[in-house]
């Protein structure tokens, strides 16, 4: 599975959006992006998974780049419930189940 | 309630004393995994399953043993457990799609495990 790298942390102000990049920039053409994020130390939660089109679900909205080498997960309005660290991993649409995560970004929804 | 389960919760043990992890899920997943996760770390997959009775290494399956006998259900067997297996675990299943990729994981709770 491509690697993915993201920043260790990101702030955002309650209301507003929280724009989460990820670079895959070894993405190949058969793996999917997925987003997903752990609130304290509960079990990581799905948040929402893409191909090469943008993808919009209740939760977020996910932006990949026509290159497909990033991405953007966006928050429209970020709650303090959102405070997570967030998972950007890329995995192969016929894998047999192997899954790399990365360090994730920790998000801040300060009030 | 569509879940996966993970008991015990919470265990503290002692090195070398064989221990197991279960992990059970009821969604009629084909995929299961499990994962550990270290202060400051992110998540590392251990072992992970793509249906009964066929298992594959993660990126860290050293001191580790898994098996799928059935398929709602995926031990976690720590033969002879060492403090650096002092570590918050995770169980996950996901379903096989039509397309052959697995669809989103749905992880378990947790379990938390001390090895003095």
């Known amino acids: 599975d491509a690697k993915t790298t993201q920043p260790p942390s990101m702030d955002c102000a309650e209301g507003r959006a929280a724009n989460l990049p990820c670079n895959h920039s070894?993405?190949?053409?058969?793996?999917?992006v997925y987003w997903y994020r752990q609130i304290h130390s509960q079990g990581p939660q799905y948040i929402i998974h893409?191909?090469?089109n943008n993808e919009t679900n209740e939760m977020a909205s996910l932006i990949i780049t026509e290159d497909r080498k990033s991405s953007t997960l966006i928050l429209p309005h970020a709650t303090l419930r959102d405070t997570a660290v967030y998972y950007c991993?890329?995995?192969?649409?016929?894998?047999?189940?192997?899954?790399?995560f990365g360090d994730g970004t920790t998000l801040t929804v300060k009030p | 309630e569509a879940q996966v389960t993970q008991n015990p919760r919470y265990l503290i043990t002692v090195t070398g004393k064989k221990l197991t992890v279960t992990c059970s899920q009821n969604m009629n997943h084909e995929y299961m995994s499990w994962y550990r996760q270290d202060p400051g770390l992110g998540l590392r997959q251990i072992y992970y399953s793509m249906n009964v009775e066929v298992t594959d290494k993660g990126d860290v399956p050293e001191g580790y043993k898994v098996s799928r006998k059935e398929k709602r259900n995926f031990p976690l067997i720590l033969e002879s457990p060492s403090p650096n297996q002092t570590s918050l675990y995770f169980c996950?299943?996901?379903?096989?799609?039509?397309?052959?990729?697995?669809?989103?994981?749905?992880f378990g709770p947790g379990t938390r495990l001390t090895v003095l």
């Open positions: 070894t993405i190949s053409g058969n793996e999917y």
């Open positions: 893409g191909l090469k």
């Open positions: 996950a299943s996901s379903r096989r799609t039509s397309g052959g990729s697995t669809d989103t994981q749905y």
């Open positions: 991993i890329v995995r192969v649409v016929t894998n047999a189940g192997k899954s790399t």
